[in-house]
């Protein structure tokens, strides 16, 4: 507030002396008047800043867009030979089952076996964790993530 009240100060102080200058040169006084403000306006808008600096710097790289679709990434993700599943659907179907697990108050890091299984069915956590999931095991997932086999909270001792 004191830098605006200044600025209006030192503009008073320093457009008096020349506008009567302009008087004093001929220009008639409400003309020289005019022409003042209109320059402080310019200045004064001048003064702001019109761009948004605001953002952390250097701004983030752009996304670089993924050509073709999920589903067509994920259709191919099965190998038809192996019947092992490839990483992109793995880690859809991890994540799924993660957040079926957390509803029912358990993790799929620190998780026993038998907690995961007690939720998702026999054998889940052998095929969430171990190093592949095969084509008959991702059929039993997703039956299990799409049926809720068990009530909404696990049943502790």
């Known amino acids: 507030m004191r830098g605006r009240v ?5 503009w008073i102080a320093l457009g008096i002396p ?8 001929g220009v008639p006084l409400e003309f020289a008047v005019a022409w003042i403000l209109v320059f ?11 761009l948004d600096e605001s953002g952390p710097w250097p701004p983030a790289a752009p996304d670089v867009p993924r050509r073709g679709s999920d589903v067509s990434r ?9 019947g092992a599943v ?5 880690q ?18 620190t998780a026993e076996a038998s907690a995961v299984d007690a939720v998702l069915g026999p ?8 190093p592949v ?13 799409e049926h809720d086999p068990v009530p909404s909270t696990l049943e502790r001792p």
Do not use: C, M
């Open 6 to 10: 200044l600025i209006v100060v030192v």
């Open 18 to 25: 020349v506008a009567l200058l302009l008087a004093f040169l």
């Open 40 to 50: 402080a306006a310019a200045l004064l808008i001048a003064r702001q800043n019109f």
């Open 74 to 82: 994920l259709a191919w993700s099965i190998d038809s030979r192996t």
């Open 86 to 90: 490839g990483p992109s659907l793995r």
């Open 92 to 109: 859809r179907i991890t994540a799924l089952a993660d957040r079926r697990l957390r509803a029912h108050g358990v993790r799929l890091d």
């Open 123 to 130: 054998g889940a956590h052998a095929a969430l964790t171990g």
């Open 133 to 145: 999931l095969r084509r008959a095991e991702l059929e039993r997932l997703l039956q299990a993530l």
